[in-house]
């Protein structure tokens, strides 16, 4: 069985930082290409950070362009999405996908409140 875990996820004030984890199991992370996504209430999920099998290449969205870092240690079979200087608009339920030619497979979600 297959599984994505997503987690670090909560309520942080505006500015701050979290860090979101991708854990995988049942599948060796290394040869997938893993993306973060986010959906805010009322919003389709959006694209926010991709990163490639090897680690080497990383794209973002031009909201997070910065603040955001995407990272990946095929060793450990997880993929982490830094988020820092979050602001109210990054509020929303985060999720990571993982992605091998047509293979493709998506995590529970994490929430991630900004508030004050």
């Known amino acids: 069985q297959v599984l994505l875990v997503e987690s670090g996820g909560g309520l942080v004030q505006p500015g701050g930082s979290l860090r979101l984890s991708c854990a995988a199991s049942g599948i060796f992370l290394r040869n997938y290409a893993v993306s973060w996504y986010r959906q805010r209430p009322g919003k389709e999920r959006e694209l926010i950070a991709s990163?490639?099998?090897?680690?080497?290449?990383?794209n973002y969205v031009d909201s997070v362009k910065g603040r955001f870092t995407i990272s990946r240690d095929n060793a450990e079979n997880t993929v982490w999405l830094q988020m820092n200087s979050l602001i109210v608009e990054d509020s929303g339920v985060y999720y990571c996908k993982a992605q091998f030619f047509a293979a493709t497979y998506w995590g529970q979600g994490t929430q991630v409140t900004v508030s004050s």
């Open positions: 990163i490639d099998s090897s680690g080497g290449s990383s």
